[in-house]
């Protein structure tokens, strides 16, 4: 694919009353900054496109409505923005537009701790959230690296490290307030554990990546701070043996709460990136939550599995320190890989596979990727079959460019060969449209589009993203 630097789409042009209606309203609140709107038109993806013709802050559900209505009656494209840290050039003005940043609308709006759930701004993020709850004994386990914002990982139906045991976005969001295209608010979903009622709108616009409404609204399901959490790590002489120790656990029931691998080369580049000393080689991260007794025997029989596969330097991680520095290494592999070729961008693969496909599936890429000569790094949440590879490639270099697409072009066909999918959390976006046809085919891109247009006949809210009209 050749949409790294510029995706082939028309820019609408933007109407200068469009403008100034948007400054009339909202004042100091709307920017035409070139650096504000170059700073609104980047994510930490490698496709890249013209910004913003403007950015509107918004403070209010009232005000996304209002930037909405205007932008419909000119008829111009709306984008919404969180923090800005997608993959798949999600908040990208192809088509030309303004850039809606909630980022300010960052408030927890209440706590049922009772009912143990909250309702909270779209642009609260999630390490903010969290510190905010932790007080009454909550958490919300969501965790995809980043500190996204909570809209942005609603719209892209986040999952990422804890998702073996607490689920994705989609298990998560109980309830939506959403801006329609037309600027009219409405509601999805409530806080009771089930409901029949009508369609699942919820489910809907979960992972709709912004093009079927903008949330300004979300409740969350919390879950109870666990009484005692234990970290462990441990490499392997292969990758299999490590992907073959987590398939034996998961198949016994052991309740991981985080399980992640990290082949030989990027542990090389963490250790680098994070001073730290992890033996050079194929490597579990594993985290576990529960009772005391619990988290002591869930961990040893993990450690008598991996024995089986010949793991080595099994070690604990007790402390809250110690844990949080493992997994904020962890966290931070993307960063370290970038790091060990200055100048580099990432192509990024987001794959998952049934667990049982795992090793097979992972093997074959990484045969792939070494004979490319294309530096790489990968990293896995393998307790559900998700993982990545980050092509390093420099991006004036149209041959590695090219070799880097063939590669994740060819392992995304084996996921989907191994009734996998393209993307296992960061979204369709601009990069994966064709993937997301080869995966779903033409009849399900057809649904997908009348949906689309039954609810955005102007096709102004994200428009690009997921599939082209």
Known sequence: MNALHHPTQLSRPIPPAFVDALQARFGAQCSTAQAVREQHGRDEGSIEAPPP????????????????KLAAQHQVPVIPYGAGTSL?????????????????????IRVNAEDMTVTVQPGILRKALNDAIKDQGLFFPIDPGADASIGGMTATRASGTNAVRYGTMRENVLALEVVTASGEIIRTGNRAKKSA?????????????????????ITLRLYPLPEAVSAAVCSFNTVADAVHTVIQTIQMGVPMARVELVDAGTIAMVNKHSNLTLREAPT?????????????????????????????????????????????????????AIQSRPGCRSITTDTCVPISRLADCLLESMEEARASAIPFFLVGHVGDGNFHFGYLIDPDNDDERQRA????????RRAIAMEGTCTGEHGIGIHKQDFLREECGEG??????????ALDPENILNPGKIFAL
């Open 405 to 412: 697409e063939a590669l994740n072009h060819a392992l995304v």
């Open 284 to 336: 579990l991260m594993m985290e576990f939550h529960g009772s005391p007794n619990g988290v002591k025997e869930q961990a040893e029989l993990v450690q008598d599995i991996a024995a089986e596969f010949d793991a080595q330097g099994f070690e604990w991680a007790d402390t809250p320190e110690e844990r949080t520095r493992l997994f904020t290494a962890r966290h931070n592999a993307y960063f370290a």
């Open 88 to 108: 798949e050039g999600h908040l990208l003005a192809v088509q030309g537009g303004v850039s809606l940043d909630v980022s300010r609308m960052n408030q927890i």
């Open 53 to 68: 013709v403007a950015v509107v802050y918004a403070h209010s559900t009232q005000d996304v409505a209002d930037c909405v």
């Open 444 to 453: 399900a891109i057809a649904m997908m589009r009348a949906i689309k247009q």
């Open 197 to 217: 009622a009508g369609y699942d709108l919820t489910r809907l616009l979960v992972g709709s990546e912004g093009t079927l409404g903008i949330f300004t609204e």
